[in-house]
């Protein structure tokens, strides 16, 4: 996180938005099992955990991603009318393909090994500065 919050550096946005969607997977790989367990067996992980708005512990990361877009968008290196909207999507897209293993297991839909790339470069080419 703390990368995150040290805002973009000068590489490429595409080669940073590939680095950032790798760590929010490798997150979601580590953390979602733990919450999915917490979830059948009938309890609500906000409520065990005793996480209130402020104290979950996703909230943080959230609030450095939504202010890298918006430095980025600042800088013009990428159009984002809502780096919130930006945020918030961009994780929950990488976030999909986990939930439905664990919801649906083998009926969950087979998104390709190369889901994560895909969803980076469809961002990308929505937040990429247009020529005028």
């Known amino acids: 996180m703390a990368e995150i919050e040290q805002g973009p550096d000068a590489r490429p ?5 590939r680095e950032l969607a790798a760590k929010i997977d490798a997150f979601l790989v580590q953390q979602l099992p733990c919450i999915s ?5 009938k309890t609500h992980p906000a409520k065990v955990l005793n996480w209130e708005k402020e104290g979950w512990p996703g909230m943080p990361a959230h ?8 430095r980025l ?3 013009g290196r990428i159009v984002a009318p809502s780096p919130t909207a930006l945020a918030t999507a961009f994780s929950s ?35 990429e500065p247009r020529s005028a």
């Not at 897209?93 to 470069?121: C, I, N, T, W």
């Open 13 to 17: 946005v595409l080669e940073q938005m």
């Open 37 to 41: 367990v917490l979830s059948a067996a």
């Open 63 to 70: 609030r450095a991603m939504v202010g890298w877009f918006a």
């Open 73 to 75: 968008a600042e800088q």
């Open 93 to 127: 897209s990488l976030q999909v393909p986990h939930f439905m293993k664990h919801a649906l297991g083998s009926a969950a839909p087979e998104l390709g090994e190369d889901y994560r790339e895909r969803v980076v470069e469809t961002f990308w080419r929505g937040i």
